[in-house]
């Protein structure tokens, strides 16, 4: 489906290139993206706010009050993460409508800084509740709670500082140049050829893909093991709806996570010539925000399993 839709987008992106002037520096700031590229990406993050906005209005409403269980802390992190991505999104669609921008550089690199860490604090926060899933169901750990409430409180409350007061204004400091024009945005490709930028983004794509297939496989034999000890009883085994959500977790960092950090592999060495497709991967990553619909219990997969 990626390469379909990215291959008829790229079709009619070079008939605009036979009547418009090529860029064949690799120095030189992006021209504005074109227009089949920029129709897919209004279409995917309208989708992204509007599944996004639903899908936290359910799931605050479904809040649990025990506050100490993993579960519950991952989510209430989770909604934390999707919200504030989803408050930068409007802006995202507002220069792919307008293919202009007005809010200042500043504004700009906030926004796009936002979409990554929106990806690496979802990744992050799948794994920590998978491993400690994983552990729980082969009996390694028999705690998937917090031993007060405060505790887990305490610890988002660290990340979330750690993130907002240290990391955050690191990588605004170093995101992006001055030789970008004012009215465009989303254009730092630049700016991953510095040295240690280039190896930082090649070491977080492969170890998100390698995590996430390890990850996927292990949730593979966890499900094989209880189909076999189960049979057709296996769906009215509460354990077992308990690893179909994992399995959600895993589909999703594989379906949207995973490809644009395979293609981020090639990207890093072509910035300009794969901006475009580039942004198309990068808004794929915003429908992460499916997982909220993970939490409404299994009446979900039972519709879809019977």
């Known amino acids: 489906m990626y390469v379909f839709l990215l291959g008829t987008m790229t079709m009619n992106t070079t008939v605009d290139n036979i009547t ?14 074109t227009k089949p590229f920029r129709d897919a990406l209004i279409t995917i993050y309208t989708v992204v706010l509007l599944v996004g906005i639903t899908g936290l209005s359910v799931m605050i409403s479904l809040l649990k009050t025990n506050i100490r269980s993993l579960t519950t802390i991952a989510f209430l992190n989770l909604m934390v993460a999707h919200f504030l991505f989803l408050l930068t999104v409007p802006f995202r669609i507002y220069y792919y409508a307008s293919e202009s921008w007005h809010l200042g550089p500043e504004f700009c690199k906030l926004v796009s800084a936002m979409v990554h860490l929106h990806i690496y604090m979802v990744f992050t926060i799948y794994s920590i509740l998978l491993t400690v899933r994983f552990l729980h169901f082969y009996k390694k750990t028999q705690r998937t709670e917090f031993y007060r409430r405060l505790h887990g409180l305490g610890a988002s409350a660290l990340v979330w500082t750690i993130l907002f007061i240290i990391i955050l204004p690191l990588v605004l400091i170093q995101y992006g140049n001055d030789d970008i024009p004012h ?96 942004e198309v991967f990068l808004a794929i990553t915003g429908l992460t925000c499916f997982d909220m619909l993970t939490f409404t219990g299994k009446s979900i997969y039972k519709v879809c399993w019977t």
């Open 183 to 278: 009215n465009q945005c989303f254009t730092f490709g630049d700016a991953l050829q510095t040295p240690f930028v280039y190896v930082l983004n090649m070491i977080l794509s492969i170890l998100l893909i390698t995590v996430s297939c390890f990850q996927a496989c292990i949730q593979t034999i966890i499900l094989r093991q209880m189909i076999l000890k189960y049979g057709p009883a296996s769906r009215s085994q509460q354990e077992f709806w308990v690893q179909i959500k994992n399995l959600s977790f895993v589909l999703i960092m594989l379906t949207c996570l995973v490809p644009y950090h395979l293609f981020r592999l090639q990207y890093l060495n072509k910035t300009n010539d794969l901006h475009q497709i580039n």
């Open 20 to 33: 418009s002037p090529a860029i064949t520096t690799n120095s030189s700031p992006p021209a504005h993206i």
